[in-house]
C-alpha cells in the first residue's frame, strides 16, 4: 500500500528503512523527515524501535537490558538477613523478545554498547589479531564475547565494591564465616543460571580482565593474587579504564579501596569469580578450564597469527608483538630510549621530555614511531619496515638507536646550533655529572673514541 503520493514508497519499505537505522537518533531524525514515516512508526513503534536497538546492541541485547534493567536495589547483598540466592539469580530474567524500551533504557544502551565495543576492540587486538586496533572478531564471536561481558557487568554490579558499604571501614564481625557462605552462595547463583558453553565464555572473557588487572600490577599481581580479584570487581568498566590509564590508581580512588593497604576485608574478594566456577564445575560435573588457558579460548574460532614470530630475530611471541596498532602499549618513557648516558645528561634529558611530553596519546605515539622508521640507519636496520613484526627487545633496540638521532634533527630544524661534538658522543660519562662539559660538548653524536657499541 502507498503510504502517500508525495512518496513513492509502500508503507512496508518505509518500516523497513527505519529498522535499518543504526541509532536511536537517526530514527528519530527519520520520523521527522516526513509525515509518512511518522505514520508508520506510530503502526509499528515497538518492532521498529526493537529492530534499531539491535542494531545498536547486537544479539546480546538481551543480556544488555537485563543488566541495566536489574532492580538492584532489592538485592542489597550486605544486608544481613539472609537473601534468597535463587531469588536474586531468576529476578528480571533476559527477555528474549523484547517489547518496551524506555527512553532512559535507550541512552543507557548507547552508552553501553559504545563501552562493550571499546572492550572488543582491545580483546580483538590482544587476542584475535595484533595487526588491527578495531575489532576483527565475527559476528558469532562478536556475540560470544558481548553477551559474556554484559553478564559479568551485571555480576560485578551485583557483588561490586560499594555494595558492602565503606570498603576501608568494614568491621570485621560484620563479614563473619556465616555472611561470606552466603555471599558465595549468591555469587554461585547468579552465573549457575546459563548454559555450560556459554558459562565457559564467561571464564573466557573473565581471564581476559584478570589479564589487564594483573598487568596494570605488575609485580604485586604475583606477590597477591586476591589484587585481581579486588580490581575485577570493578568490573568490565574498571577494565577499560585499568586498560586506558595503564594504572590501577584512580579505580582505587573512586572505588575507596587501598590496593597495597593491609585490608582483611579482601577476603570478601577472594576467588571473587574462581570460587563460584569451582563450585559450579563441580555441581555439573564439567571438565574444569585450565588456569592457563587463554581468554581466547572458549570465544575464538580463529586467532590470527597466533605462531608469528619477530621479523629479526625469529623469537616467538604471536599477538605480542609489537605492529603498528599496538605500538602504544609498548609501556616505556621515551627518557629510557635514549642511547648511553644521555638519559643522565640533564641538558639533553629537559629539552627531550620536553619535546616527548605529548607522546602518552595512542595516536602521537604511533606518528612518532613511524617518523622513526623514515630515519632508518644503514646498514644496521636495512630491510627492518614499519609494518613488521618485533618483539620488545628488537623494537627497543630500534628505538634505542633512533632516538637520539630524532631529537638531535628536531633541534637543528628549530635552529638549534651544536656545540663542538664531544669524542665520546652518547657514551661520555662526564656529560652526567659536569654541567659545564654537558653545555660545552654536542653528545648527540657517535662516539669516536671508547666504547663506540
Ligand atoms: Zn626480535
Ligand atoms: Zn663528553
Not at 559479568?152 to 560499594?162: A, D, E, G, P, T
Not at 571501614?169 to 558465595?184: N, S
Not at 548454559?195 to 588487572?213: H, T
Not at 629479526?312 to 605500538?327: E, I, M, S
Request: hydrophobic share 40%.
Amino acid at each position: 500500500m502507498r503510504a502517500y503520493s508525495s512518496l513513492p514508497l509502500d508503507d512496508d519499505i518505509v518500516d523497513r528503512i527505519m529498522t535499518f537505522c543504526p541509532t536511536f537518533g537517526t530514527l528519530q531524525a527519520t520520523i521527522l523527515v516526513s509525515k509518512a514515516f511518522y505514520r508508520v512508526f506510530q503502526i509499528h513503534p515497538k518492532s521498529i524501535t526493537r529492530a534499531v536497538a539491535y542494531n545498536i546492541v547486537g544479539p546480546a541485547l538481551p543480556q544488555a537490558l537485563r543488566m541495566i534493567r536489574y532492580p538492584y536495589d532489592e538485592y542489597e547483598t550486605d544486608d544481613s538477613h539472609a537473601l534468597d540466592a535463587t531469588a536474586m539469580a531468576t529476578a528480571c530474567p533476559e527477555e528474549q523478545a523484547v517489547t518496551i524500551i524506555t527512553a532512559m533504557e535507550k541512552i543507557e544502551l548507547q552508552e553501553e554498547s559504545k563501552m562493550v565495543g571499546t572492550l572488543e576492540d582491545i580483546y580483538s587486538l590482544t587476542n584475535k589479531d595484533r595487526m588491527s586496533r578495531t575489532s576483527l572478531l565475527t559476528s558469532e564471536e562478536s556475540w560470544r564475547f558481548r553477551r559474556a561481558i554484559y553478564r559479568i557487568k551485571l555480576f560485578c554490579r551485583l557483588f561490586s565494591i560499594q555494595c558492602y558499604g565503606n570498603f576501608e571501614e568494614l568491621d570485621d564481625d560484620e563479614f563473619d564465616d556465616d555472611m561470606i557462605q552466603r555471599i558465595r552462595a549468591q555469587r554461585m547463583a547468579i552465573p549457575n543460571e546459563y548454559p555450560a558453553d556459554e558459562l565457559l565464555q564467561l571464564y573466557s572473557v573473565v581471564a581476559f580482565m584478570k589479564g589487564i588487572f594483573a598487568d596494570v600490577l605488575g609485580e604485586a599481581a604475583n606477590s597477591s593474587s586476591v589484587l585481581v580479584d579486588v580490581l575485577l570487581a570493578t568490573g568490565p568498566d574498571g577494565a577499560l579504564r585499568a586498560w586506558e590509564e595503564r594504572s590501577p590508581d584512580s579505580l582505587q580512588d573512586d572505588h575507596g579501596f587501598g590496593l597495597f593497604a593491609d585490608n582483611d576485608n579482601y577476603k570478601l574478594f577472594a576467588g571473587y569469580f574462581a570460587i563460584p566456577f569451582k563450585n559450579i564445575w563441580t555441581a555439573r560435573n564439567i571438565t574444569p578450564p585450565k588456569d592457563d588457558d587463554p581468554p581466547s579460548k572458549w570465544i575464538l574460532d580463529q586467532v590470527n597469527g597466533a605462531n608469528d614470530t619477530c621479523s629479526q630475530c625469529a623469537a616467538p611471541g604471536g599477538l605480542k608483538l609489537f605492529t603498528p596498532a599496538n605500538w602504544d602499549r609498548l609501556d616505556t618513557d621515551p627518557l629510557n630510549l635514549l642511547k648511553g648516558n644521555l638519559r643522565q645528561n640533564t641538558t639533553v634529558t629537559t629539552p627531550f621530555t620536553g619535546l616527548t611530553a605529548h607522546l602518552y596519546d595512542p595516536p602521537a605515539i604511533e606518528a612518532w614511531i613511524s617518523e622513526l622508521f623514515t630515519l632508518r640507519q644503514s646498514p644496521d636496520f636495512d630491510g627492518w619496515e614499519a609494518e613488521d613484526s618485533y618483539c620488545r627487545e628488537c623494537l627497543t633496540k630500534f628505538l634505542e638507536a633512533h632516538v637520539w638521532r630524532w631529537f638531535l634533527d628536531t633541534r637543528l630544524k628549530a635552529g638549534w646550533a651544536p656545540p663542538e661534538d664531544c669524542w665520546y658522543g652518547w657514551n661520555c660519562r662526564t656529560q652526567t655529572h659536569k654541567l659545564g662539559h654537558a653545555q660545552t660538548k654536542n653528545h648527540l653524536c657517535v662516539p669516536t673514541r671508547g666504547d663506540r657499541t
